[in-house]
């Protein structure tokens, strides 16, 4: 029974310090298909939770917020929304990396734009 409970609070301590390293405030400008860019800003709570904001550049009413929740593993960030709609990123050293929806990096031209910068930790 020991080990059980032993077991149990490695993995509760885990993934608590998993959500801790994420947890913060992420931020970049990704490719749009009809404009210049999506000015998009990620925040990391330490209890699972994000919000989204999405600014379509130069688009009138062009600003989103999406709340939900987000789990770890293997590296890969996996946001579900409030209405269900999943989307993933990879955490790299202060960014993280917009994959997929196969859970593969984006490759191409436009590659290099898929990256949100960390701009604030959590205390």
Partial sequence: MKHIAAIFSLALLCSCSGNKEICGTY?????AADGPGIATTITFGQ???YT???VYIDKDDGTFIETGKYHI???TIE?????????YYK???????RLDMEQKPI????ANYYILKQ???CN
């Fill in 73 to 75: 593993a293997d590296n």
């Fill in 91 to 97: 955490i790299e050293d202060g960014q993280i990396r």
């Fill in 79 to 87: 946001l579900t929304s409030a209405a269900g709609e999943k989307s």
């Fill in 107 to 110: 490759t191409g031209t436009l």
């Fill in 27 to 31: 931020q970049g400008t990704l490719p």
């Fill in 119 to 121: 701009s604030k930790k």
């Fill in 52 to 54: 989204e904001e999405l």
């Fill in 47 to 49: 209890d699972r939770s």
